[in-house]
């Protein structure tokens, strides 16, 4: 069993940072990959980035490559979330997700087994 915990959303004005950290507890999690996905009013939940389970995998989604960086430190049990550059469309709530499935991580939200409750992100304009 594992659990997840978010923090680090709020409000930013467009071109502000955030850093979003996802609190993982459960002894195996370290052999998780992990996601971090978000889901906007009246959207689907959708891929953000992923990262394999030692860190030396990962994936972005096209709309935020160079604006957001994902990063895990495994002796503190918790995953990163750098958002720069942060534009009014990554409005959302953002979600950080775990599985072992898929070492490398995967873009597929159904192949997650445990997700955090979520941390809302607004971004003004």
């Known amino acids: 069993q594992v659990q997840l915990v978010e923090s680090g959303g709020g409000l930013v004005q467009a071109g502000g940072s955030l850093r979003l950290s996802c609190a993982a507890s459960?002894?195996?999690?370290?052999?998780?990959?992990m996601g971090w996905f978000r889901q906007a009013p009246r959207k689907e939940r959708e891929f953000v980035a992923t990262?394999?389970?030692?860190?030396?995998?990962?994936a972005y989604v096209d709309f935020v490559k160079g604006r957001f960086t994902i990063s895990r430190d495994n002796a503190k049990n918790t995953v990163f979330l750098q958002m720069n550059n942060l534009k009014p469309e990554d409005t959302a709530v953002y979600y950080c997700?775990?599985?072992?499935?898929?070492?490398?991580?995967?873009?597929?939200?159904?192949?997650?087994?445990?997700w955090g409750q979520g941390t809302q992100v607004t971004v003004s304009s």
């Open positions: 990262i394999s389970w030692s860190g030396g995998g990962i």
């Open positions: 459960g002894r195996t999690w370290i052999t998780y990959a």
């Open positions: 997700a775990a599985t072992r499935r898929h070492s490398r991580g995967t873009s597929d939200y159904t192949d997650y087994d445990y």
